[in-house]
């Protein structure tokens, strides 16, 4: 039987990328929208680590948060955080705006995944660097997607599906690096239990 962890997040489509990636180590996802409090703060790493933690505090279920965000370089790594506010205010079309006539096209997406699950906390975090193109490409995805093409791809993440995006997402790094923590560190406090369970 698949064990659950509960996905904090009210975007469908991140829901839909993270759930093939969560079979192979044996889980499954159930998306939970609604339950996220997001701090503001410079650091990835801390909004998602205090939204986990504050939901696992409350609900007392495994859960799984995973938070990105779109550094461009020539904007000395905005919108970065911020991803999430700037894209609703100004679109894709925003950014294309703020690099107009600016040859450098580099930038990265950042993702970190954070799961609490009884006796694990676990971080961990995927990046994928490319360029962001002149015009938009392609119609799936969400966000970014259409303004994004990864390194190695001739094509932007809009024009990919699922399991090609997943090839190269910073968000298929990151969860794949978060479950195989997880597998560790549940066996090895099952295995801690078995050994103290022996001395007992
Ligand atoms: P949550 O409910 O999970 O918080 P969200 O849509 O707010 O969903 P994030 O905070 O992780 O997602 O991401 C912030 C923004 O960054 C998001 O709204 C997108 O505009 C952009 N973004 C993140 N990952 C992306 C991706 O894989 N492709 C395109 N844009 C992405």
């Known amino acids: 039987m698949l064990n659950k962890i509960f996905f904090l997040t009210g975007n469908k489509h991140k829901f839909e990328e993270v759930e093939p990636l969560v079979y192979d180590f044996g889980f499954k996802i159930e998306m939970l929208p609604g339950h996220k409090l997001e701090i503001q703060s410079d650091s990835l790493v801390r909004i998602a680590e205090y939204a986990a933690l504050n939901a696992y505090m409350k609900l007392e279920k495994p859960i799984l948060v995973e938070d990105a965000g779109l550094f461009v370089e020539?904007?000395?790594?905005?919108?970065?955080?911020?991803?999430?506010?700037?894209?609703?205010?100004?679109?894709?079309?925003?950014?294309?705006r703020l690099l107009e006539g600016v040859e450098d096209r580099g930038a990265r997406f950042e993702s970190v995944s954070v799961i609490v699950y009884k006796p694990c906390i676990i971080t961990a975090t995927g990046k994928v660097y490319g360029t962001i193109t002149e015009k938009p490409y392609g119609n799936r995805g969400f966000g970014f997607?259409?303004?994004?093409?990864?390194?190695?791809?001739?094509?932007?993440?809009?024009?990919?599906?699922?399991?090609?995006?997943?090839?190269?997402?910073?968000?298929?790094?990151s969860v794949r690096k978060a479950?195989?923590?997880?597998?560790?560190?549940?066996?090895?406090?099952?295995?801690?239990?078995?050994?103290?369970?022996k001395y007992l």
């Open 179 to 197: 479950f195989q923590k997880l597998s560790e560190c549940i066996k090895l406090s099952r295995d801690r239990e078995s050994i103290s369970l």
């Open 145 to 173: 997607d259409p303004i994004f093409k990864p390194k190695n791809s001739e094509k932007t993440f809009a024009e990919m599906d699922i399991h090609e995006k997943n090839k190269y997402s910073h968000r298929a790094r």
């Open 74 to 96: 020539a904007l000395n790594g905005f919108p970065g955080p911020y991803s999430s506010y700037v894209y609703s205010k100004l679109g894709f079309e925003g950014i294309l």
